[in-house]
């Protein structure tokens, strides 16, 4: 049972401090999660704390392989409403 | 503590009161002595002293505990020039050298700020280990903070303990209903909290903080971001309630928000305000309190001068080549410093001159004009108009002249790579001096002249080197004296 940090972290730091069982580390390219030390907080927290604090969408997957801030949850921007402005800007 | 109202309207029945008159941007002159000595040479606290001292901040904060509908923490661009965007985090080991590399080699620097990209109280170790280093070995350096407020409580004896006696808090709301609309959640006693309870939570915490900053004599500006239709019917009554809590300077800023920076505010097509909208708003909060109308925006790693950037003279790779002898540069910079205050000083004198000398002559009844003027410093008109990369926005009326706003100015005669669509630019720089009648630069070439002319605005070459308030208040007097101020404005509106 662990979570895993993929490559969409952008390197921030905030989830490290938090972690109870210490398992976050920094690492090149991003910040990683040891999957022996991670408990998911259990035990200490209600919610996982690096997931808590993490400001990017889907960089946090739980053992699943599924996003713990899935796209939209954090920013309030619908996913259709950031495809379109992408597309929009990929275009000129 | 009661605040002096400063920067105000000019009163409409004149008759000014101190030397503040030929220019309200001498704000100092109303302070307590104590507060004066503190932002005499702090370009972002005070408009007189941007015009000569450098600041720089180094990007060691990273984390934040919140999330604002105008920031994206993805974002991380060289060309991109506003608050949260770095090239290079740096550790406080790292920052510490790139400061003392930087009061090194631009003497005028005197203030180091942490502002980020994150918010620099969610780091507390990296923040005040930087400070701590900073107060110890480069003692001439002042130390300031920008925050979102909401870890402000728990860190004001902290940052008392470092002789940090500037804070930025960033308070774009008092009432949670708004707050709610921008801020989307808050990172609490360990949980997410979203909506008008988190809004609430961060609310209390800035108001806490800035009264507790207050009772231990630590001066504080508020920044309010602009966001039309959903926080600026609120700013002035923002503004009111700082500034009963004694806060020092109020500082509206305009909305950045563009589809391409992914924040919410960009994405959802949340307008910026035009620049007479913000004008109108800090107008109408300066009856309260001393505006500040000269905040550029930096980014978290900003270096050098209010709107430069030599951020890329010291990179991380560069800073460790140099060889800094900080005692022998602490010696430069004294001299330096010293120099320039004289300097600062008698072009004061010579303003405060200049207003009386103007109290005295026979008072116009004309309405106001708002110029632009090139200028890269030292409060005079000194640069060309095609090299100008902004333009500081004058209001000239019968009660003198006064500082209303800058605007950035695209490079139209940037060398031969840009000269292709050099035109286009040209014409966008034009556009962005929209309200003005007149510019005022130390040259202007034949092309832009003839097109400034067409656009209704007065292109002027004949101040290079003069202060600039006597040349604005030259120029609108010629204007008075031609009859140009009894026209109607067909295309012009005297706004900024």
Redesign the interface.
């Known amino acids: 049972m662990s979570l895993k940090i993929i490559e969409?972290c952008?390197?921030?730091?905030?989830c490290e401090?938090?972690c109870p069982s210490k398992a976050i580390y920094e690492a090149k390219p991003h910040f990683l999660i040891d999957s022996k030390k991670c408990t998911e907080c259990e035990g200490d927290?209600?919610?996982p704390?690096c997931a808590?604090?993490c400001?990017?969408e889907g960089a946090i997957l739980d053992a699943l392989g599924v996003a713990l801030n899935p796209p939209g949850s954090?920013?309030?921007?619908p996913p259709e409403?950031?495809a379109e402005?992408m597309a929009?800007?990929q275009a000129h | 503590m009661e605040l002096p109202v400063l920067n105000e309207k000019p009163a409409s029945q004149g008759g000014c009161s101190a030397g503040s008159c030929g220019s309200t941007d001498d704000q100092l002159n109303h302070l307590s002595d104590e507060i004066k000595a503190k932002v005499q040479n702090h370009p972002c606290y005070s408009e007189d002293a941007h015009h000569y001292f450098a600041r720089m901040h180094v990007a060691v904060a990273?984390?934040?505990?919140i999330?604002c509908?105008y920031c994206?923490?993805?974002y991380?661009c060289a060309n991109e020039s506003r608050p949260g965007v770095v090239s290079e985090?740096l550790t406080p080991d790292q920052a510490v050298k790139k400061t003392m590399a930087v009061a090194a080699n631009i003497p005028q620097m005197t203030v180091l700020g942490i502002a980020g990209p994150?918010d620099p109280l969610?780091?507390p170790?990296?923040t005040f280990e930087t400070f701590r280093r900073l107060s110890k070995e480069a003692p001439d350096i002042k130390l300031c903070v920008s925050t979102n407020g909401l870890s402000l409580p728990e860190s004001v004896e902290e940052l008392a303990k470092h002789n940090i006696d500037h804070v930025t808090i960033t308070i774009n709301c008092v009432d949670p209903e708004i707050g709610a609309k921008i801020y989307?959640?808050i990172?609490w006693e360990?949980?997410?909290i979203k909506g008008k309870k988190a809004a609430k939570i961060l609310i209390e915490q800035q108001q806490k903080g800035l009264e507790m900053l207050v009772a231990k004599g630590i001066l504080v500006k508020v920044n309010s971001v602009m966001i039309p239709g959903v926080n600026d019917k609120h700013l002035a009554e923002v503004s009111r309630i700082v500034k009963a809590k004694g806060a020092f300077l109020h500082n509206v800023m305009p909305l950045i928000a563009e589809?391409?920076h992914?924040?919410?505010y960009?994405?959802?097509g949340q307008r910026g305000p035009t620049g007479a909208e913000l004008q109108a708003l800090q107008d109408d909060c300066s009856g309260d309190m001393n505006m500040m109308r000269h905040c550029r925006q930096c980014r978290a790693d900003a270096v050098g001068m209010l709107g430069e950037d030599r951020g890329d003279e010291f990179t991380m790779d560069k800073i460790e080549l140099m060889d800094i002898d900080y005692e022998a540069a602490m010696e430069k910079r004294k001299v330096i410093h010293q120099a320039i205050e004289a300097e600062m000083n008698s072009k004061r004198a010579q303003k405060s001159e200049f207003a009386e000398q103007i109290a005295q002559e026979p008072k116009l009844t004309t309405r106001p004009v708002l110029m632009a003027v090139a200028t890269s410093g030292q409060g005079v008109i000194n640069v060309h108009f095609g090299h100008a990369k902004e333009f500081l926005i004058y209001e000239a009326s019968p009660d003198g002249v006064r500082f209303i706003s800058h605007r950035k100015a695209d490079l139209y005669c940037g060398g031969d790579s840009t000269c292709g669509d050099g035109e286009s630019v040209l014409q966008t720089t034009i556009r962005s001096l929209e309200g003005c009648e007149a510019v005022l630069c130390s040259k202007v070439g034949f092309e832009p002249w003839e097109m400034l002319e067409n656009a209704g605005i007065m292109p002027n070459g004949e101040h290079a080197m003069e202060p600039i308030e006597e040349a604005v208040m030259s120029v609108y007097k010629e204007m008075a004296k031609n009859g140009k101020l009894d026209e109607i404005i067909l295309h012009n509106r005297a706004t900024a």
Not at chain 1, 10 to 14: D, E, R, S
């Open positions: 969409t952008v390197n921030c730091f905030a401090p938090l927290f209600a919610v704390q808590t604090i400001p990017i954090l920013t309030g921007i409403k950031m402005a929009e800007l | 990273p984390a934040c505990n999330q509908h994206n923490r993805k991380d985090l994150g969610a780091n170790e990296r989307p959640w990172f360990n949980r997410r589809a391409e992914g924040t919410f960009g994405v959802m």
